[in-house]
């Protein structure tokens, strides 16, 4: 079956860019997604990514694609006290299909 | 506010007791899921709805457990008898077919059973 792989912890300076990174097993991902999800808080999209794509940007976030790894990356730019969140990685072979989420990497911003 | 939302946000119950849950998605969506969320792990798909057929349900929905979306609309998440086990975050969350597929969640329905 599908099984997604991350991190539990990153740590990071204020100002400094953070990159989570996240493991995929499933060949037939076809849409690989980024929630953050803040303390007592439901999920939020951040951004996702297409499996013909090997890089997208959004603003401060850098979504880097290795389909051959399997391997999805998300980098944050100037990371902010406000980014402190639980950050998780999800695929899914069908657009509107289920997704199948990794367990989470903790991101804590020192200021 | 035009988002998912679910009720109750909290529910402490006995265990052996049953305990319901609604979800009302983004109205015009036509496919609803639900997950479970237990602390420090990422959610778990449960099942998911197309309109009011329920399309699939995961391993983890023992026959305790029953969602149904009888209009196409709303859905509800019932869970008889339970157990302690049961604790969690109940998230649900809807979605087009069509598109980039992300699902817009709800913020959770926290069960607790003691």
């Known amino acids: 079956g599908e099984d997604v792989e991350q991190s539990l912890f990153l740590s990071v300076r204020e100002g400094d860019s953070s990159v989570i990174n996240c493991t995929y097993t499933?060949?037939?991902?076809?849409?690989l997604y980024w929630y953050k999800q803040e303390p007592g808080a439901g999920l939020q999209l951040l951004t996702y990514?297409?499996?013909?794509?090997d890089m997208k940007q959004d603003q401060r976030l850098t979504v880097l694609l290795n389909k051959k790894d399997k391997h999805l990356s998300l980098r944050i730019a100037d990371t902010q006290t406000g980014d402190s969140a639980i950050y998780f990685c999800?695929?899914?072979?069908?657009?509107?299909?289920?997704?199948?989420f990794g367990g989470g990497t903790r991101v804590l911003v020192k200021p | 506010d035009t988002g998912v939302s679910q009720d109750p946000r909290h529910k402490i119950t006995k265990r052996g007791q049953n305990v319901t849950f609604r979800c009302d998605p983004i109205?015009?969506?036509?496919?609803l899921y639900w997950y479970r969320q237990t602390l420090g792990q990422g959610p778990e798909f449960l099942t998911y709805?197309?309109?009011?057929?329920?399309?699939?349900k995961s391993r983890l929905l023992s026959d305790r457990f029953s969602a149904e979306r009888p209009k196409g609309s709303f859905s509800t998440l019932e869970i008889q008898r339970t157990e302690q086990g049961d604790s969690a975050m109940y998230l649900c969350?809807?979605?087009?077919?069509?598109?980039?597929?992300?699902?817009?969640f709800g913020e959770g329905s926290r069960l607790t059973v003691l």
């Open positions: 969350a809807s979605s087009l077919s069509q598109g980039s597929g992300e699902l817009f």
């Open positions: 499933d060949s037939s991902s076809t849409y």
């Open positions: 990514i297409f499996s013909n794509m």
């Open positions: 999800a695929e899914s072979s069908t657009a509107g299909n289920k997704l199948t």
């Open positions: 109205s015009e969506h036509n496919r």
């Open positions: 709805f197309q309109n009011e057929a329920q399309l699939e």
